[in-house]
């Protein structure tokens, strides 16, 4: 079956086709750095590092392009919080989210794009939208004039900003000609950051680094932009509405994408709620292979309630499945009907869930052939490390508790046996009892 993708533009799902057959643009909105990542980035990287990777395995060349903001308000705000040079706060946070997507086996992305490093391409837009009439200026800076751009609010079917929106942040000034105008280009304050150019001394508003960035390495449309679902409004409608502008192409994009929100114990995540956690925090205590298999368990359009129980059966389920896949001999052979069932899965507009059943299956299916060099073919997109042999350094006093459970087992004392295994367990460690001999795994 081909490839189908559930446009938010089209609100259905479409047939992939990129614009060149086998080239594919694609880019994601990357993060604001004034503080670390947090879960919310986690899904929506994570589940994009699966969608990219599985379109490889399609054969298709993907450029990955991820923008980094490193110039905004409030990484000013944060700066001024911390007086410190605003240069030092972008460098801190930026190499964590480095750190962050590393960890997380994140390695999909070809190009990381400062919007600073493009502020001739940001004026350059600012500078046509003034040329072409859709962008006046007012004391502050440049603004867009949503009144010449008749099909604002295409994407998100609306035109008015709802509570979950993450709204622009430098679009207040009673002088603009209407309310929903948003800034291109702000013009410098007192102790601020500044560029100086044609436009004035100051620096770009939130939306248009992205067109400007895009069209620099895609040119005037491309095949794929993903994103949280919070950035549909105004954030993405901005994008389409200031390079539809420009270029006179429709669409801007074939297939908008955007991920679910992500929930902690069913209420959205929030700094002020208490309930937010950065990716660090969370790696802490799970490995970045748990996190991927709660992202791999739920579809990326779906919100995610996190909590300690979900990873908590998610631990259980992961380690199972490893310490199964862990089992399995290397007969040279593809299961292509497992390998198929896998695709038509992703196919299907990229169901993580149903595709991570299918690796349920045929670890279970003791009937099948070609079990290690499938799940090999599957775990390049999912990025498991289901097949890698973990390497445990066992020491004397657990080397003698292990003996003296076997011990047991042999004398089928089964009430020591279990109280042993307890005991281990208590340590960190967990016991698989197989027809192979007894093998042990690490739990912290």
């Given amino acids: 079956m081909p490839l189908k993708i559930y ?60 923008n980094i903001t490193d110039i905004d308000d409030k990484i000013i705000k944060k700066a001024n919080e911390e007086k410190k040079d605003w240069k030092e706060i972008v460098k801190k946070y930026r190499e964590g989210y480095f750190e962050d997507m590393k960890n997380l086996g994140i390695d999909s992305v070809n190009k ?95 939306h248009i680094e992205d067109t400007a960035i895009t069209e620099k390495y895609f040119g005037s449309q491309y095949d794929v932009h993903g994103g949280g679902l919070d950035l549909i409004f105004p954030h993405h409608e901005a994008e389409i509405a200031q390079m539809e502008s420009i270029s006179g192409k429709k669409p801007l994009v074939r297939y908008w994408m955007h991920t679910g929100f992500l929930k902690i114990n069913k209420t959205k995540m929030s700094k002020s709620l208490g309930n937010f956690s950065t990716i660090k925090e969370i790696l802490k205590k799970y490995s970045p292979e748990i996190i991927r298999y709660v992202f791999a368990s739920t579809h990326y359009r779906k919100p995610l309630d996190f909590s300690d129980k979900i990873l908590e059966n998610a631990k259980l389920s992961y380690e199972r499945l490893k310490n199964i896949c862990g089992e399995i001999e290397d007969d040279g052979k593809i299961n292509e009907k497992y390998l198929s069932e896998f695709e038509k899965a992703m196919d299907d507009d990229f169901n993580f869930s149903n595709a991570l059943q299918v690796l349920w299956k045929i670890v279970r299916d003791d009937k099948a052939n070609g079990k290690y060099q499938t799940i090999k073919k599957i775990d390049e997109v999912f990025g498991l490390k289901l097949l890698e042999k973990e390497k445990i350094k066992i020491s004397k006093e657990i080397q003698e508790i292990i003996k003296e459970r076997e011990k047991a087992r042999k004398n089928k004392d089964w009430k020591k046996a279990d109280e042993l295994r307890e005991d281990l367990k208590n340590k960190g460690y967990s016991i698989d009892d197989t027809e192979h001999g007894t093998k042990i795994h690490l739990t912290k």
């Fill in 7 to 66: 446009s938010t533009l089209t609100r259905k799902k479409d047939i992939f086709k990129p614009i060149k057959k086998s080239q594919v643009n694609l880019f994601v909105c990357g993060p604001t750095v004034y503080d670390y990542a947090h879960l919310g980035h986690a899904k929506t990287y994570v589940q994009f590092d699966f969608i990219v990777k599985y379109l490889r395995h399609k054969g298709f060349k993907v450029f990955y392009l991820q």
């Fill in 112 to 206: 990381y794009a400062n919007a600073t490093d493009y502020m001739s391409e940001i004026i350059s837009q600012v500078k046509r939208l003034m040329e072409k009439g859709i962008a006046y200026k007012i004391s502050d800076g440049y603004y867009f004039d949503l009144t010449k751009f008749k099909e604002y609010g295409k994407l998100a079917k609306r035109k008015i900003t709802e509570k979950d929106d993450a709204v622009s942040r430098i679009d207040e000034n009673p002088e603009k000609r209407n309310s929903g105008d948003f800034c291109l280009w702000k013009f410098k304050k007192e102790n601020e950051p500044f560029w100086k150019s044609e436009l004035g001394e100051g620096r770009p508003g939130w």
